[in-house]
């Protein structure tokens, strides 16, 4: 898996895997960080995080509560609401038929040599 | 590390630096909605203050990126652009009050060179409608401006005419 992930793509990705990682377990905005670089997204930085949690709240996908802690400020948990059980649940069936479709088109590049040929198969 | 009964606050350099941090993504962030931005800044105070609490400011501060790009991902989960009024109110001062001040220096500083040239003395003249009167002899030089409303009026017209291409009212429009 390459160090850097696209962008554009984690972009699109973020608030589903930010669903299910809250659906998983309540979590404040840099725990949240925190578990889901260990889970592989290694790039991921709260500046890109936050955004997107302040979309899903305001979107009613996920909900928020202060939480006193001992070793520092009230943290801000958040957890998904129904509605965004319900949208997690539509979007990974969706999720799963994209990559599914990415599959069957990337399965189809041939591996090693990758220099363009025309539609008979010669070089170009 | 704090005790559990103390919850640890920034230090003075801490709040400073994170005040600092806020003030660009401020400035970044003046095109969002400011009952909307108020909230956000808020929250990324508080959410900065609790990484903080585990990592340290400086880390903190840094995982955040550079407060401009904070706030272009802020302003992408925006329905449409808004209008820029920072922007307009710079434009509309250099455009509606510097330049036609600068306009009537050069004018005043012009008929005292004229004045100069001819020996001396004073004379009356007008700018925009205002009466100025030019003054230069052996005791100095000196120029006197009345406000009158046909400057008034053209320097409020330029600014606003400013204001409103800077801010880019006609993103107030809905879409």
Known sequence: MPADHDPQMLKGVLPLLVLASLAHAESYGYELVVRLREDGLTDLSTGTLYPVLTRLERDRLISSRLVASPSGPARKYYLPTDEGRTALTDRSAAWTQLVSAARTVLGRVPTGDLRLTDHEGDPR | MSSPATPARPGARDRWRRDVYLLR??????????????????????????????????????????????????????????????????????????????????YALGAIDTLDAAGGGSVRLSWLGAPVTATSDAGGMSVDLVLSWQGTAVSAGLFALAFALGARVWRLRRH
């Open chain 2, 25 to 106: 993504f401020g400035a970044a962030m003046q095109d969002h909605p400011y009952r909307q931005y108020r909230r956000i800044r808020a929250e990324v105070r508080a959410s900065v203050d609790a990484a903080a609490a585990d990592v340290g400011m400086r880390r903190a501060l840094e995982d955040l990126g550079a407060p401009r790009r904070l706030a272009l991902a802020y302003l992408d989960e925006l329905d449409r652009d808004r209008p820029r009024w920072t922007d307009g109110a710079v434009l509309g001062a250099i455009i509606g009050i510097g330049f036609p001040a600068y306009m009537f220096l050069a």
